[in-house]
């Protein structure tokens, strides 16, 4: 028998994408992110800012209104005692999960390419904190018993209710948003380090060197540092996800139909990431096009990824209604089988909600399918459409949990229809106002990409590369 | 800069951050003790390169995460269990309820950890301090942005303004600088 030989070839070695296009130098990262700060204001800024801060003040306004007239002033109602409000608050708290998921799960995941996007999404992660905290604050009605919630004895020497979920979300969101403003302010020392070493005007150097502590850059001080930054990372992963399952106990413990499930935790989560991602791919698009430079850094491989998390957290979503449906179904229980059957998708017409309902669908689930196509997931106007399909989807996913268990429930005697007034419309406009005026001014005054991240992924960094281009 | 003041030490400059991580093997070879090296961003295996070891933070930060849990602990169950409790929706307040308790002592354990390990990560890098003699150096400002600097202290006993001088230039140290407090 003739031996036959078999040639075995060196399969080609895989070559990682770069992480920051075209061989940039670390001097570069250094010029060409501080540049955004340092240059002349831009006059598309002001136009901005002009728009942003004027729908802010207006939702301000709203909020003063609605806190001097009481929740009259809104469309809430016997029984909808929960509608826009709890919605807005449920669709911002969970835009900012993303923020974290970038800065934190993608850190311990070692995922380098986060780099360039972390800081802009934990920022985008405070400013929806602030907006998500203003609703829960003012639809108490009376703000000015909301220390209620604070666990101290309130004048009957009662103490809060520490068992119920409404008071788990006061401990979340707080702890959340203390947490999240660490991460990001540890992130910003070294880069405001940066700043503080280039600024030209004396106050400039001033105010980054008090923001910078006095940042050396010594590595005595980055290894512990770094070990804060693991640490916070490592704190913020379980802190995040606990965040958005204690907003989804506010339902789940509740007995409606609807809401009383225990797919609700995992469910929120994914959500909450799939809608976030979607909000800062909104944001980083027209960033990375306004600022040219930012190109290098924030690159096709990045909104690649960031669509394949969205297509895979909106599949995990897309499941979850489903499995909602089977179990409505298979569970034989009838007042969930009405909830989603007619209350939400309206099968037999007895429902009143069934557009909100399936503008969810159509947003949430079918809509990121098209990312199965590589090509899809490259094309910046492609990724930027489906994006806004996904907030308004999430917006929607939420009205309908909310609005379809309160508005139909149990006994159609109780049942009651419900519109939103145009304040409670004005202050959700707002609300972007406020996001958007904040964005703005941390993209002037405060490095949009965090410098010395960036710089530790360029080929420079390596400590066995020899050949430095300076 | 007034050649009267103290010597606070010796700065240099290095290439790459693999001429600077060889630099400092030799450094930290030769037994120094006072010094450190300036880096735009931290670089894998310094710490090993220096002779450091595992930062102590993190047991700092258990010891933290421990009383944030204590606390939440005490909070939930002191007032609910013993002060006044208070029976809602007919479920009675036992020991046996603790898991509707865990959200709140979990919330805490996190918050109380974050702000221990910010708080111990400036106290070890003794910051806010907001003037350091290193940055009386006139190349201090690449610290934070491409360059990649060592700075041995005047106060290290095996200090000497001409040898250690010398020896950061053998090992490939540009630009070697004296500077004053």
């Known amino acids: 028998m003739a031996k036959s030989t078999v040639t075995l070839e060196t399969p080609p070695e895989l070559v990682r994408p770069p992480l920051v296009n075209n061989d940039r130098s670390i001097h570069w990262v250094t010029q060409n992110v501080s540049d955004i700060v340092e240059s002349r204001t831009p006059k598309w800024w002001f136009l901005s800012i002009c728009i942003t801060s004027p729908i802010a003040l207006m939702g301000l306004v709203c909020i003063i209104y609605q806190i001097s007239n009481g929740v009259g002033v809104w469309g809430e109602n016997h029984p909808n005692g929960w509608a826009w409000d709890i919605t807005n608050f449920v669709f911002w708290i969970g835009i900012g999960h993303a923020g974290t998921l970038i800065s934190a799960v993608l850190f311990l995941t070692r995922q380098k390419w986060r780099t360039s996007i972390n800081r802009a999404a934990e920022a985008m992660t405070l400013f929806a904190v602030v907006c998500a905290g203003i609703f829960p604050a003012i639809h108490v009605g009376r703000v000015w018993y909301a220390w209620f919630l604070a666990p101290v004895p309130n004048t009957n020497a009662i103490w809060p209710n520490f068992r119920s979920p409404l008071l788990w979300d006061v401990f979340a969101v707080s702890t959340y948003f203390s947490v999240s403003v660490l991460f990001w302010y540890v992130g910003l020392i070294p880069d405001l380090a940066t700043l503080r070493d280039r600024a030209k005007s004396k106050l400039a150097r001033m105010l980054y060197g008090i923001g910078a502590l006095g940042w050396r850059g010594g590595n005595r001080q980055w290894r512990h540092y770094e070990m804060a930054y693991l640490l916070l990372a490592g704190l913020s992963t379980p802190l995040v996800l606990s965040v958005h399952s204690i907003v989804s106990f506010d339902f789940a413990t509740s007995i409606m139909p609807g809401w009383h499930t225990t797919i609700f935790p995992p469910y929120f989560v994914a959500g909450a990431i799939f809608g976030g991602f979607a909000m800062v791919l909104t944001i980083m698009l027209p960033a990375s096009r306004i600022f040219p430079q930012l190109g290098d850094m924030i690159t096709r491989e990045h909104v690649d990824k960031m669509a394949k998390i969205i297509l895979l957290t909106g599949s995990i979503v897309g499941y979850a209604y489903l499995m909602e449906l089977f179990v409505a179904w298979y569970s034989g229980n009838k007042f969930e089988g009405f909830t989603f059957f007619t209350a939400r998708a309206n099968v037999d017409g007895k429902g009143w909600y069934q557009w909100s309902y399936w503008i969810m669908m159509f947003c949430n689930v079918i809509s990121p399918q098209i990312f199965w196509f590589k090509s899809m997931r490259r094309n910046y106007i492609v990724v930027f459409i489906v994006s806004q399909f996904v907030n308004v989807g999430m917006w929607f996913e939420r009205f309908t949990i909310i609005v379809t268990s309160l508005a139909q429930d149990f006994l159609p005697s109780s049942w009651g229809k419900y519109s939103p007034s145009t304040t409670e419309i004005l202050t959700f406009v707002g609300t972007f106002g406020i996001f958007l005026t904040l964005f703005l001014l941390f993209m002037r005054f405060l490095p949009m990409i965090a410098i010395s991240e960036v710089k530790g992924v360029t080929p420079e960094a390596d400590p066995h590369h020899h050949h430095p281009k300076h | ?181």
């Open chain 2, 1 to 181: 800069m007034t050649h009267s003041r103290k010597v606070y030490g010796l700065g240099a400059e290095f290439e790459s951050a693999a001429a600077l991580m060889a630099a400092a093997e030799k450094i930290r070879d030769t037994g120094f003790s006072h010094w450190d090296v300036h880096t735009p961003f931290p670089i894998h295996g310094m710490d090993k390169a220096m002779g450091l070891g595992k930062s102590k933070l993190s047991a700092v930060v258990f010891v933290g995460g421990l009383m944030g849990l204590l606390t939440g602990v005490g909070l939930v169950t002191i007032p609910s269990l013993y002060i006044y409790p208070m029976i809602v929706h007919g479920k009675p307040y036992t020991w046996a309820t603790l898991p509707a308790f865990f959200p709140i002592i979990f919330e805490l354990t996190v918050l109380f950890s974050a702000f221990t390990a910010v708080a111990t990560m400036l106290a070890l890098n003794q910051l806010p301090r907001f003037h350091h003699p290193v940055f009386n150096w006139d190349r201090f400002t690449k610290f934070t942005d491409d360059g990649f600097m060592m700075v041995i202290e005047a106060k290290d006993a095996k200090f000497s303004e001409s040898r250690t001088k010398a020896l950061l230039e053998e090992i490939g140290g540009k630009n070697v600088t004296l500077i004053h407090d």
